[in-house]
């Protein structure tokens, strides 16, 4: 069986992925690890060593030789991107490849910079027959404007991590000391999943994503509560009875969710739709949104309880299908049915009640997630 390109793409960025967060439990205060930004994962510190690692991950054996692209390629990319690593003390290729045993990389921690550059440039010097990917990338390093000081000041902080172990491998080192707490390795699994599940889908800042030492530590203290203590904290209410004021109303009426009622001819029910969209909105913003886990956990919730509400359109649908005039009553229905759903669990929730499922539900609705008039597709 063949492993399309896509696979393997996605199998590199969960490797990649779990190296950040190997990142993470070894980060010291005033620590940070980015992702995606400068590189496939970013170490910059105060008091240590910055870092860039660019992580390859191979499912056969792989052996890189001198020439090998995958060096000259990470190569080129720094050396061409170079004011972006000013700041950066260590380059590194971490790869689950070997190096050949005849590599002048072997010996590379041994070799004084000057040294490097020539032993770099010499490797190329030699042309040889069927190596036109690398004789590209030579060129271009080595074009008529090379600038040797810049490259040298690459090759300085260049080192190879190879022969790097599996993913099981590499967690299975925090099992008696990081993990000890958890009891068994199938804890420790499940644990780890759910921390690498926020690293894969959480960009904790718009334009890139980047964890700090503190959120990590909130975050995994957070999640570490979860796998040891079965108790649940309670929604918290503090807006339960609120009341927009007369500008957020003329904000709110405005919004799409409220469009959506009005089109299926059920405008006697947007104020309360309204006030249910207000007062989780306020909820979602003081108890939610500045948490990871619990925002990870709204998210999961949201997911589902689309879910569910696509499958009671479908059927709806299917009530009509026939019969085009039942169209509006059938979406009003729909609405009205999913209003009074009683409150499903959250996940580290107790008690999670029906003002606030309702508006999650309009929230769905105003993204555009899900429409209640069932003519459409």
Known sequence: MTTNDNTLKTLGFIYQTYIGLIKCLEMNSNEKIVIEHLGDVTKISTSTSSQQIEVKHHLDETTLS??????????????????????????????????????????????????RYLVFKAIGENKKTNEQKFRKLYDKIFSPEHDPEKLKCILGRFKILSEQQTIKTIINQ???????????????EEFVSALIG????LPIHQKRWEITYEDFNTLFKNYAKRFTDSSETPLQLSFEDYEPNISEQQELIKKH???????????????????????????????????IVKSKDLKDYRKQLQKTLSTSKKLSKLNCKNDTK???TESQKLYLESMKMEARKINGVSNNRDFFQRGVIHSIVDNKQLTWHIGDD
Do not use: P
């Open 326 to 328: 039942r169209i509006l």
């Open 257 to 291: 969710f409220v469009s959506e009622i009005q089109r299926i001819d059920l405008s006697d029910e947007v104020t309360d739709a309204i006030n249910d969209y207000c007062r989780t909105n306020k909820t979602v913003i003081k108890y939610f949104e500045n948490n």
């Open 66 to 115: 001198d020439r090998s692209q995958e060096i000259w390629n990470t190569v080129w990319n720094w050396y061409n991107n170079s004011n972006k690593y000013i700041k950066i003390d260590e380059m590194i290729l971490f790869t689950t490849a070997k190096l050949s045993q005849k590599s002048i990389f072997r010996e590379w921690h041994s070799i004084d910079l000057d040294k």
């Open 198 to 201: 926020v690293l894969l889908t």
């Open 174 to 188: 925090y099992y008696k000391t990081t993990f000890r707490f958890l009891g068994n390795e199938k804890q420790m």
